[in-house]
DNA sequence: TCACTTTTTGACCAATTGGTAAATACACGA
DNA sequence: TCGTGTATTTACCAATTGGTCAAAAAGTGA
């Protein structure tokens, strides 16, 4: 058994651990925890299905690393939101960060996606113990710039949730997106759009 | 085996489909299709599973007949968007219509979103053949008042993913939004939240 | 009440699934 | 080149899963 504490992971073991994730990453994006085997998994990694269970300890695990693969990133563009830079630039900079993190991470998006639709079984501790605070923290900055005149006056909350369910929509809903886009590509207009609909929103009106 | 083609389905009949249909939604969207498991439908409905296989032929028409079901109504709020109202309010009303649709049928929310997110198995002929002549038909007719100057000019297709996403978001993420609302309802703020985001948006500049 | 239909159940199956164990093949430093 | 730990595979298991079937039970109308 590989011992990923101590000792230093072989090249193999690299290769193969990242193999097997990104694999994973695939299946579990698709058809969510319960719906995955690790037959898919295998196949999809191009390896045997005991060479995975030598690399990781069972599904479970595969699936719970993905996820605090995840939860390190997930964060990052609300984190980057800086409390001293200029309100709206700084709020239609978050947007715009999250849409590119749905473009570039869609799997990542729908895995989450699917985690919190099941009842977010794995991932409510970190959600009540790690997004919260940082939700409550952002959403005081927020609630700030609007009591100092910098963006007009809405929940900071719904705001929020307004942020993530439009920007996520895309790499949620890609297959839908696709079919009523058609040939079109989302991605330029959905960054014009955005822009739009969330300036109108917050620019203050004097 | 009952036919429900012909003769009336008796009282039994109505109720134990109704029965199991009504757990099965409570299971699929959840689970969704392959996280689902019949023992698990048959335990919810208070039926043995031989004896939901003697209502439905198989798991598989369990799901159909429900997302069918779910098809009947679900763009109900879009098809009521009347050409001939007057645009603002008549779009303001179709976004509180979803809203109240997020609220009222939850489950059925996550069971679309969950069919959506696995690549649509069996939809996507329904979202190519009704939704999207629906979907270019609504578009044409934004896109008209956008042309009269009664809405403020942006991308139909994107207006309407974001009414899409930041309606269906309460039901869909309805887990997070309960931890980070904590014990507050977040059912009356996103109704004045929402209503200010789009009448911000497409109220016309003069 | 009785014959007949509908509904329900218990026992069962074959396939799939997550996982194991032991044997084998491989990589790599001495 | 050889020996030793690493990697991989082959052959399995036990549990779960979707589904079947015939018999029993419960309705139902005359």
């Not at 193969?16 to 698709?30: H, M, Q």
Request: charged share 20%.
């Amino acid at each position: 058994m590989p011992d990923p504490q101590e000792k230093k992971p072989s090249r193999i073991q690299l290769r193969n651990r990242a193999l097997i994730l990104e694999a994973a990453l695939d299946v579990f994006s698709v058809h969510g925890f319960r719906g995955a085997t690790l037959d898919q998994i295998a196949e999809a990694a191009g390896l045997s299905k005991p060479n995975i269970l030598y690399y990781f300890a069972g599904k479970e695990e595969i699936h719970v690393t993905l996820l605090n693969q995840l939860m390190e990133t997930w964060l990052d563009p609300l984190v980057e939101m800086d409390a001293n830079g200029d309100p709206l630039p700084e709020l239609l900079a978050y947007v715009q960060r999250k849409l590119d993190m749905a473009r570039d991470m869609p799997r990542e998006s729908r895995l989450f996606a699917g985690e919190i639709i099941t009842g977010a079984p794995h991932m409510l501790p970190h959600l009540k113990a790690d997004l919260k605070p940082l939700f409550d923290e952002k959403c005081a900055v927020i609630q700030g710039w609007m009591d100092a005149g910098k963006l007009a006056p809405v929940d900071p909350r719904h705001l929020i949730f307004s942020i993530w369910s439009t920007t996520q929509h895309y790499a949620d809903f890609a297959v839908q997106v696709g079919v009523l886009m058609q040939s079109d590509d989302a991605a330029p207009g959905a960054d014009a759009y955005l822009h739009a609909l969330f300036s109108n929103l917050l620019t203050p009106k004097t």
